[in-house]
């Protein structure tokens, strides 16, 4: 029913070795409310001080699987609600659920997020993608994953975009990792 609003994202399959990749030709990020980070360290004995490499290969393994949650606040909502043109700012029960105080955005039956779609080649896109919440924007540099050289390549087991592509700094994952979301 929402598909269409939006002119829909250009995936370009290309082969990259042995596997195929997926190459998405999104337009610009927008900028959703007053997104804080903290002061960015030095670095100081970091296991990834020297930097990781990352390099999303639209997969949807990051927006899929085990039951799970994915945090939206009120500006980001809102932001979804404004791209899909939906009325009144609200996204209602079919795209977003209370869990305690907090929203989630919905998964459908299978695992998926609810604004994932797969296409051919097993390539995915997100319906939402320059609106997409904090959260999502923020992978794979999430604390979770930044424990420990183990705990990076355990998560590296399902995503195929990590160790692979260009390397990003210190900084720059420092940055996402302490990407606080618009309230």
Not at 100 to 109: A, D, I, V
Not at 136 to 154: A, G, V
Request: hydrophobic share 30%.
């Amino acid at each position: 029913a929402l598909r269409g609003l939006h002119p829909a994202p250009i995936i370009a399959t290309m082969p990259s070795g042995s596997a195929r990749a997926c190459r998405i030709l999104y337009g610009k990020e927008r900028n959703v409310g007053q997104s804080s980070a903290r002061a960015i360290p030095q670095p100081n004995g970091q296991w990834y001080a020297a930097g990781l490499a990352f390099e999303c290969r639209q997969s949807g393994n990051c927006c899929s699987g085990e039951p799970g949650y994915v945090w939206v606040t009120k500006a980001e909502v809102a932001a979804i609600a404004d791209y899909l043109q939906r009325p009144n700012g609200q996204l209602g029960k079919r795209y977003i659920r209370r869990v305690g105080l907090r929203t989630s955005l919905k998964e459908k039956p299978d695992g998926d997020c609810v604004f994932l779609e797969r296409g051919a080649g097993g390539c995915t896109t997100c319906r939402i993608h320059p609106v997409k919440p904090t959260q999502c924007r923020t992978w794979p540099f999430w604390d979770s994953n930044l424990k420990s050289p183990q705990h990076w390549n355990d998560a590296a087991r399902t995503c195929p975009g990590m160790n692979q592509g260009p390397r990003h700094d210190f900084v720059t994952i420092e940055t996402q990792r302490l990407r606080k979301p618009p309230r």
